[in-house]
């Protein structure tokens, strides 16, 4: 399993952008998903997760401004960010606990790569 995270970008302060993150495979459950972020010299944090009943949490942060979303067509989840400011600048990861049908005999942790949010003033 692969997680491919996508989305990133330069964005003037106060504007949107919509992180992407999908799960590559067959046969996949997908548990509790969640997006972090690092901003340099700071410490990876959450900023939100779908749990696996599908309860929605938000850092303080970013409560009001950002959605997390899981596409229930597929593997994926997207994170729609609004009223962008200075403080949201991060490389954002996706997380997804996944069980792997078939092959796991239970659910396990995956990553992306990162993706680089960039607020300019």
């Known amino acids: 399993v692969q997680l491919q995270a996508s989305g990133g970008g330069l964005v003037q302060s106060g504007g949107s952008l919509r992180l992407s993150c999908l799960a590559s495979g067959s046969a996949l459950d997908l548990y509790a998903i969640r997006w972090f972020r690092q901003a340099p010299g700071k410490e990876r944090e959450g900023v939100a997760c779908?749990?696996?009943?599908?309860?929605?949490e938000y850092a303080d942060s970013v409560k009001g401004r950002f959605t997390v979303s899981r596409v229930k067509a597929g593997n994926a989840m997207n994170l729609q960010m609004n009223s962008l400011n200075a403080e949201d600048m991060a490389v954002y990861y996706c997380?997804?606990?996944?069980?792997?049908?078939?092959?796991?005999?239970?659910?396990?942790?995956?990553w992306g790569q990162g993706t680089k949010v960039t607020v300019s003033s």
């Open positions: 997380w997804m606990n996944i069980w792997v049908r078939d092959v796991d005999d239970r659910a396990t942790d995956h």
């Open positions: 779908i749990s696996f009943d599908h309860h929605t």
